[in-house]
C-alpha cells in the first residue's frame, strides 16, 4: 500500500520537472557536424571530388557501396556510377574515415525514410552536393603526382618542375 | 642441405640460394624490391638488410644484405635486429620522399609491393620537406600504361625487359635523382613481353592499360585458376571479373609451365570475353534465306533438336580451341564415325603426326620449364616468338644456360645477376635457327639457316643422320648447310640437355626431321627432349580424341550423306577456304552453331546457340607437351549462355538418348570421357573433384574484402539474390568461403597475410622458384613409349627447284593478329599488321616493286591485291603471307603461287 502511494508521488513530482520530449517534426533537434547520418558527395571547385580509388567501398562492414570508375581525356578519375544502398548502411562513418579526398561525407541529416525500400538505393546523382562540405579547402589533385586537366606535371604542391632526362648537367 | 640461423632459430633449406631467398622460403617475411626470384639479386636497393654474425660467439655481427648473402651451412642472420630494422625503415624513407600522394588514384594501389613494403617496414609519415622530383610520362602503346613519378628506382623492369626478355627498345636513363626507365621516343614498347612489366614493378610506373578502361581493384575482382587460351603453350592464368565483365588477366604460377611471366597476347587477349561479337542468345532461321532471330533458349534448343531429328545423318565439327569436355560430348552425340576435327586437313594431318610422334619417339616431351633449362638448342620452323611466344621466352633463357655452367665453374652463384653476367659478358649458349625467313628470336641464336621448308626438313634428316648413321641420308646438302650439320651435330652432342623444337609451319617432312634428330640423339645416348609447338589451346587434345579433319566432313555433305551439321566453337572460314566453306553450309540442309562468338559460320547458322567462353566454363585443355588442364569459370554467364558440352548434352537429351542422362556436372563428363579412352584415364584426378571442401568450406572466388555485395545490383533490386551454384567445381562464386591456400590446382589469386601484390607467391611455392606447395597443377597425359622401337622418318623431301613465274608461299604468323580470338580485343587489334605479301629484296627488285606497292597474288585457289612488304631475311622464290588476318586468305600454305605486278601487266619469272 505504502510503496503504491510512493509511487504515485514521484510521478506526481516529475509532473513539476523541465519537459524533455522534444516535439519532432516542428521542433528540430540540434546535430552537431559531426552527426553521421545521410552520406553525400562533395565537390571542390566545383569538380567532383570523388576520385573512385574504392576505399570507402572496401571499408564500409556491410557492403552497401558500389561505383566504377572511370576517366576523362585528361586522365582526371572519377566514379563513372555510384551507388549507395541506404536500406543496408548502418551509418558507421568508415567510409568518411577511409575517404583520401573528403569525398564522401556523413551530414546531419536523418530523415531519410521511405515506405519502398528501393528508393532507399541513391546513385551518384542524389548523392552529389555542390559544396565542399565539412571540409573546405583540400583538393587531392593538388597535391597528388598525376597530370590531370588544368594541372601538369610539377605544377602541384610541394612538386619540383619535371626532370629534363636528355640533360648531362648534374 | 644447409642449416641456416634466423632469430636464433634453426632452419633447413636447400644449398646454392642466398639468404633473402632461403628466408622467404621458410615462411619469414624480409622486405625487398630489386631481387626477383626470375632474375636474382642485384643487391641494389638495401631493402633486405640483416644482421649478420660469423659465428654463434658473435654478438656483434655487421649489417648484410641477405639477397646478397649465401645460405651456406651455419650462416646466422638476425631480421629483428633493431639497427636493421632501422636501416630498412630509413632505406624505405628515402624511397618514399620522392614518391608522389597517388594511392587513390593509382592502379597498383591494393596490389602494391611498395604499400606492403612500407607497411612491413612500418614508415608511415614523411618527415622530408623538400619538395618532389617529377617526371613526363611516356605513351607506350596501347599495352602498357607509365606514370613515372612514381618510380623507386628499384631497376627491375629494365633487368627483365633488357636481361631476361632480351628487348632493345627500354633503357634506364639520367643520373642520380632523375634516373628515367623508358623508350628513347615515346611508342609502342617491342617486345612481346612487354605486359610482364605491370607484374614485374613493384609500385604503379607501369599498370595495365586495357585494366585502366575499366578499372577495378584487387580486392574487387573474382577469379578463378584458369588457362590461357591463345596459343598451344597453356600458360596458367588468373582472370578478374567484376560486374559480369572480365577485367583483366595475371599470370598464375605454373613450375613446369610459365614460371613468372606470360606473353602479352596471352594477358591482353581477354578482351574478346566482353566484345560486341558475344553472342548472348539463341537465334534460329526458320526458313533458308529469312532473317535469323533472336530466339528464347527452349525455341531454339527444340528447333535444333527437330532439325537433327529429321536428318538422316547428322556430322559434328569439333574445335582445338573448345574444351576435351565440349568436344567430346559432340563426339558423343553425332557418334564416333561422325565426329571430324574443324581445323584444315593440313592442320589435322600435323596435329596427328605431331601427336604419333610425341607417343612413338624416345625423347620426352619438353615442358616450358625444360625448355628453359635446356643449354642447346635447335629450332625448327617456326617463328616461336609470334606463334608460342612463351617458348621464345624460355628459349632465350636456355642461352644462357652453359654461360651459367661457366660461371658456376668460376663459384659465382647463379643467383649473383650482376656477377654472372660480369663471368659470361656476352657469351651466348648454343641455339640454331633454321626457319623460312627471319624469326624475332634471330638475335639470341648462335646461327642461322633460310630456307624453304623442305630444305628445313633436310637440314634435319642431316643432322640425324650424323648424329646416327642408321638414319636416313641425305643425297645433296645446300652449300649454306652442309657447314651448319656439324656444327650442330656438335652442340648438341656436347650438351647435357639438349631440346629440339619444332613448328609445323605447315610441313610434315619438317617434324618428321625434327623427330628423327631428337630419336638420333636419345639412341645415341644423349636424352634429348622435343617440343612440338601445337597452334591451338586444345590442338593435342584434339588431336588425341581423333578422328579426321574438315575434308572427309566436307565430303560426307557433298556425297550427299550427310544432311545435318554441328559446328562447335569454330568459324569455317578461318579453317577452310571460303568456296568450299560457302559450297558445303549451302549442301548440308541443317547448321547448328554452338559458338560465343558471332562470325560468318554462325552468320549462316539455321540455330546458333550461345556458348560460354573460357571465362564462364569448366573444361580441360591439353597443351603442346600432352600436359592435361583444368581451367575454372571466373564468372557466371550472361543472358542465355550455357557452355557448349551443356548445349549438346541438351541435345541429346531432346533426342531421347540415355547415355547423357547422367551427365549433371562437368565431372561427369570427364568421367565417361576416361571410362570411353584410356588415355584420358587420369583426367578425373588431374584436380580436386567438386566435392573437395577445406574445412567444410569451397575455395572463395572472390577475396575477403570483395566490396559492394548488397549494392551492386541494387538499382535492379534492393532485394539480395543468393549467389550463383557452381555445381561443377570446388569453387564457389562468394566471398564465403575458404580464404588460405588451397591445392595447388584452385589457387584462385596469390594473395596471403602482408603481401597484397603478386609478391604474395612466395607463400604458395615449396621453395623460392620451386613447385607450388603439392606440387604444380596439370597431368601429362602423353608419355613416350616404353620400348620406343619406332623407325626413324625415312621420307626425305626432296630440294624443290621453283618453275618459272612461281613462288612459294609461306606463312608468316604474327603475336598480335593472327590468333584469331586475341585479335578481337581492341589493343591487340590495333597492334595487328595490315595484311601483306612479303618479298625478299631480290624478288622485289626484279619485279620493279616498292615497299607498299601493290601486288596481285593468286595462291591455293585465292587470289587478290596486298600491299608489298619487303622483308630482307626471305630467301628469293619466297613469299610470306601473313595467317589468320581477314579470315579469308589462302590457308594451305606453304603452297606454289604466282606473283605479278599490276602495273606492268606480265608475270615475273625469277
Not at chain 2, 756 to 760: I, R, W
Given at each position: 500500500m505504502l510503496s503504491i502511494v510512493k509511487g504515485l508521488w514521484i510521478v506526481f513530482l516529475h509532473m513539476f520537472r523541465r519537459r524533455v520530449t522534444v516535439q519532432y517534426p516542428e521542433q528540430k533537434p540540434y546535430l552537431a557536424p559531426r552527426w553521421r547520418g545521410r552520406i553525400i558527395l562533395s565537390r571542390i571547385n566545383g569538380e567532383e571530388r570523388c576520385v573512385a580509388c574504392y576505399l570507402c567501398a572496401v571499408a564500409c562492414p556491410v557492403d552497401c557501396i558500389a561505383l566504377q570508375a572511370t576517366e576523362d581525356e585528361s586522365g582526371r578519375r572519377f566514379p563513372e556510377w555510384f551507388r549507395i544502398n541506404f536500406s543496408r548502411c548502418i551509418f558507421c562513418g568508415f567510409c568518411e574515415e577511409a575517404c583520401p579526398t573528403y569525398a564522401i561525407q556523413l551530414t546531419p541529416d536523418f530523415e531519410m525514410g521511405e515506405y519502398v525500400r528501393q528508393n532507399l538505393v541513391y546513385e551518384k546523382e542524389d548523392l552529389l552536393i555542390a559544396g565542399p562540405g565539412k571540409y573546405a579547402g583540400y583538393d587531392f589533385y593538388r597535391v597528388a603526382g598525376l597530370a590531370i586537366g588544368g594541372k601538369d606535371k610539377g605544377e602541384g604542391e610541394n612538386e619540383a618542375p619535371p626532370r629534363d632526362v636528355r640533360t648531362l648537367l648534374p | 642441405m644447409a642449416k641456416i640461423i634466423v632469430n636464433e632459430r634453426e632452419y633447413e633449406v636447400r644449398d646454392g640460394q642466398n639468404m633473402l631467398q632461403a628466408a622467404l622460403s621458410v615462411g619469414l617475411d624480409l622486405p625487398y624490391f630489386c631481387w626477383h626470384p626470375a632474375m636474382g639479386s642485384i643487391g641494389a636497393c638495401r631493402q633486405c638488410a640483416v644482421r649478420l654474425f660469423r659465428d654463434a660467439n658473435d654478438t656483434r655481427g655487421k649489417l648484410a644484405m641477405a639477397c646478397m648473402t649465401p645460405a651456406n651451412d651455419g650462416t646466422r642472420i638476425s631480421i629483428d635486429d633493431a639497427e636493421a630494422r632501422d636501416f630498412r625503415a630509413s632505406v624505405i624513407e628515402w624511397l618514399m620522399?620522392?614518391?608522389?600522394?597517388d594511392c587513390p588514384v593509382c592502379d597498383e594501389g591494393g596490389e602494391c609491393h611498395l604499400q606492403d613494403m612500407t607497411v612491413m617496414t612500418g614508415h608511415n609519415y614523411r618527415r622530408y620537406s623538400g619538395r618532389k622530383r617529377t617526371f613526363r610520362n611516356q605513351d607506350l602503346g596501347p599495352l602498357v600504361n607509365h606514370e613515372m613519378n612514381r618510380c623507386i628506382q628499384c631497376y627491375r623492369c629494365v633487368r627483365f625487359y633488357r636481361d631476361y626478355a632480351d628487348g632493345r627498345d627500354f633503357d634506364v636513363f639520367g643520373i642520380r635523382n632523375q634516373v628515367y626507365y623508358g623508350r628513347q621516343f615515346d611508342g609502342v614498347l617491342e617486345s612481346e613481353f612487354s605486359g610482364n612489366l605491370v607484374e614485374i614493378c613493384p609500385t604503379g610506373v607501369f599498370t595495365d592499360k586495357t585494366l585502366k578502361g575499366h578499372y577495378t581493384r584487387k580486392w574487387d575482382l573474382q577469379t578463378a585458376p584458369s588457362v590461357c587460351v591463345?596459343?598451344?603453350?597453356?600458360c596458367n592464368t588468373i582472370p578478374g571479373e567484376r560486374y559480369g565483365a572480365l577485367r583483366r588477366i595475371y599470370n598464375r604460377y605454373n613450375g613446369e609451365v610459365n614460371g613468372y611471366f606470360i606473353c602479352d597476347r596471352g594477358r591482353f587477349g581477354y578482351e574478346f570475353v566482353n566484345g560486341?561479337?558475344?553472342?548472348?542468345h539463341a537465334r534460329v532461321r526458320t526458313e533458308r534465306g529469312a532473317e535469323a532471330a533472336p530466339a528464347d533458349s527452349d525455341e531454339a534448343l527444340r528447333l535444333a533438336a527437330t532439325l537433327l531429328g529429321k536428318a538422316k545423318r547428322v556430322i559434328g565439327i569439333g574445335s582445338p580451341r573448345a574444351s576435351l569436355e565440349a568436344n567430346f560430348a559432340l563426339r558423343t552425340l553425332v557418334g564416333e564415325g561422325n565426329f571430324y576435327a574443324g581445323v584444315s586437313e593440313k592442320e589435322w594431318r600435323l596435329a596427328r603426326l605431331a601427336l604419333d610422334i610425341m607417343q612413338g619417339s624416345p625423347a620426352k616431351a619438353a615442358s616450358l620449364a625444360d625448355v628453359a633449362r635446356a643449354d642447346a638448342a635447335l629450332v625448327r620452323g617456326e617463328d616461336v616468338t609470334q606463334t608460342a611466344p612463351m617458348l621464345a621466352l624460355a628459349l632465350r633463357q636456355s642461352v644462357r644456360q652453359a654461360p651459367l655452367r661457366k660461371a658456376a665453374k668460376l663459384r659465382i652463384p647463379d643467383w649473383d645477376a650482376a656477377g654472372v653476367r660480369n663471368a659470361v659478358q656476352e657469351e651466348k649458349g648454343p641455339l640454331y635457327i633454321a626457319s623460312t625467313f627471319g624469326t624475332r628470336l634471330d638475335d639470341a641464336a648462335k646461327r642461322t639457316y633460310r630456307a624453304p621448308p623442305d630444305d628445313i626438313a633436310r637440314l634435319g634428316f642431316a643432322v640425324a643422320h650424323a648424329l646416327d648413321a642408321s638414319s636416313p641420308p641425305v643425297p645433296v646438302l645446300p652449300a649454306n648447310a652442309r657447314p651448319l650439320v656439324g656444327e650442330i651435330v656438335d652442340a648438341l652432342t656436347g650438351a647435357e640437355e639438349p631440346v629440339v623444337l619444332s613448328g609445323g609451319c605447315g610441313s610434315e617432312a619438317v617434324l618428321r626431321a625434327a623427330a628423327n634428330v631428337a630419336m638420333a640423339l636419345c639412341r645415341k645416348g644423349h636424352p634429348a627432349r622435343l617440343c612440338l609447338t601445337a597452334p591451338e589451346c586444345n590442338s593435342t587434345g584434339l588431336a588425341l580424341l581423333g578422328g579426321e579433319g574438315l575434308e572427309p566432313a566436307f565430303g560426307a555433305v557433298t556425297s550427299g550423306e550427310a544432311d545435318a551439321v554441328i559446328i562447335l566453337e569454330n568459324d569455317l572460314y578461318r579453317r577452310a577456304g571460303a568456296a568450299a566453306v560457302d559450297a558445303f553450309l549451302e549442301e548440308v540442309g541443317s547448321v547448328v552453331v554452338i559458338d560465343h562468338t558471332d562470325g560468318e559460320t554462325a552468320a549462316r547458322a539455321g540455330v546458333v546457340l550461345p556458348a560460354a567462353t573460357f571465362a564462364e566454363s569448366d573444361g580441360v585443355f591439353v597443351n603442346n607437351e600432352g600436359r592435361a588442364q583444368r581451367f575454372y569459370s571466373v564468372m557466371t554467364p550472361r543472358g542465355d549462355v550455357r557452355e557448349s558440352w551443356r548445349w549438346l548434352r541438351d541435345l541429346a537429351l531432346a533426342a531421347g538418348r540415355a547415355d547423357v542422362e547422367a551427365w549433371a556436372t562437368v565431372e561427369d563428363v570427364d568421367r565417361a570421357l576416361a571410362a570411353a579412352m584410356p588415355i584420358f584415364a587420369p583426367l578425373p584426378e588431374i584436380a580436386p573433384p567438386a566435392g573437395f571442401r577445406i574445412a567444410g568450406q569451397r575455395i572463395a572466388r572472390q577475396p575477403g574484402r570483395y566490396s559492394g555485395r548488397t549494392a551492386i545490383t541494387a538499382n535492379v533490386s534492393v532485394h539480395e539474390t543468393p549467389p550463383p551454384e557452381d555445381t561443377d567445381s570446388p569453387l564457389v562464386f562468394s566471398m564465403e568461403g575458404y580464404q588460405g591456400q588451397p591445392p595447388s590446382a584452385l589457387i584462385p589469386r596469390f594473395w596471403a597475410p602482408g603481401w597484397?601484390?603478386?609478391?604474395?607467391l612466395n607463400k604458395f611455392q615449396e621453395e623460392i622458384g620451386g613447385p607450388l606447395r603439392g606440387g604444380d597443377p596439370g597431368r601429362r597425359l602423353v608419355e613416350p613409349a616404353e620400348d620406343a622401337a619406332a623407325d626413324y622418318f625415312a621420307d626425305v623431301p626432296r630440294h624443290g627447284e621453283p618453275s618459272a613465274g612461281n613462288y612459294l608461299f609461306v606463312p608468316a604468323h604474327h603475336i598480335f593478329g593472327s590468333e584469331e580470338l586475341s585479335a578481337l580485343a581492341p589493343g591487340i587489334a590495333r597492334l595487328a599488321p595490315r595484311p601483306y605479301a612479303g618479298l625478299s629484296p631480290d624478288d622485289a627488285r626484279g619485279a620493279s616493286l616498292a615497299e607498299a606497292n601493290e601486288v596481285e597474288v593468286s595462291v591455293g585457289g585465292w587470289s587478290g591485291r596486298l600491299p608489298v612488304r619487303i622483308i630482307d631475311t626471305l630467301p628469293p622464290g619466297m613469299v610470306a603471307l601473313p595467317v589468320g588476318f581477314a579470315g579469308r586468305g589462302p590457308l594451305e600454305l606453304p603452297a606454289w603461287g604466282e606473283l605479278r605486278n599490276p602495273r606492268d601487266g606480265r608475270g615475273q619469272a625469277q
Open positions: - | 620522399a620522392s614518391h608522389p600522394h591463345h596459343c598451344g603453350v597453356g560486341a561479337r558475344r553472342l548472348h597484397n601484390s603478386v609478391q604474395a
